[in-house]
Structure formats: C-alpha cells, structure tokens
C-alpha cells in the first residue's frame, strides 16, 4: 500500500506563490510517476502535470504551462507543485497521485487526500 499526504494549501492573495508538497511512504517500488490534479466543484477533475521519479522529465496539461511547476526530491519521497503569480481561477483543491507502471500501462494508481487552496483579490 502507497499514503499520500499534501500540505502548503491555504489562502494566499492574488498575486502570490504557492508551493505544495506531496510526501509519499509505504510500498514505493515501481510506483514511479508523480502527479498533480485540481479539482474545482461542477467540474472535472484537471490533470496539471507529471514527472517520474530519477528523470529529469516533466509534462504538463497546456492549461497550466507557464505559472506551474512539477518537481520531485527522490531522496525524500516528495513531489511539489510550485505556482506563481496566483490568480482565483486557481482556486481549488489540489491533489496529488502515484502510479505503478508495467510495461507501460498503470497498474495501480494512489491519490492523497487533497489540499484546499482559496486565492482572494
């Protein structure tokens, strides 16, 4: 079994940055890829970006290119999601996912609970 846990969300004025982390434990072998979703109420659930753990490879949704940066510490487990100049359509909960991968497909998939994140004018 794979936890995941968020922090760094909170209210943050328009304007700010925000960065928010994902720490995972439990049974991480092959449970490489790293992501990030936002979740608004009435909408889908919004893919925002993805990296794999030890490459230096990242890809995002072209929704969210340019104020939103993926990033991964291998040696602690965590993956962050850096967002700059906020504005309040960010405003939303934000969550963070795992997945195992064989052969290409995703065999497991792990999400953490979720972080509210509120940008005011």
């Known amino acids: 079994q794979v936890q995941l846990v968020e922090s760094g969300g909170g209210l943050v004025q328009a304007g700010e940055s925000l960065t928010l982390s994902c720490l995972a434990s439990g049974s991480l072998g092959g449970v490489d890829i790293r992501e990030w979703y936002r979740q608004v109420p009435g909408k889908e659930r919004e893919f925002i970006a993805s990296t794999k753990l030890h490459w230096d490879l990242s890809t995002y949704s072209d929704s969210f290119k340019g104020r939103f940066t993926i990033s991964i510490d291998n040696s602690k487990n965590t993956h962050y999601l850096q967002i700059t100049d906020m504005e309040s359509e960010d405003t939303g909960v934000y969550l963070c996912?795992?997945?195992?991968?064989?052969?290409?497909?995703?065999?497991?998939?792990?999400w953490g609970q979720g972080t509210q994140v509120t940008v005011s004018q």
């Open positions: 996912s795992a997945r195992r991968l064989y052969k290409g497909s995703t065999m497991e998939e792990y």
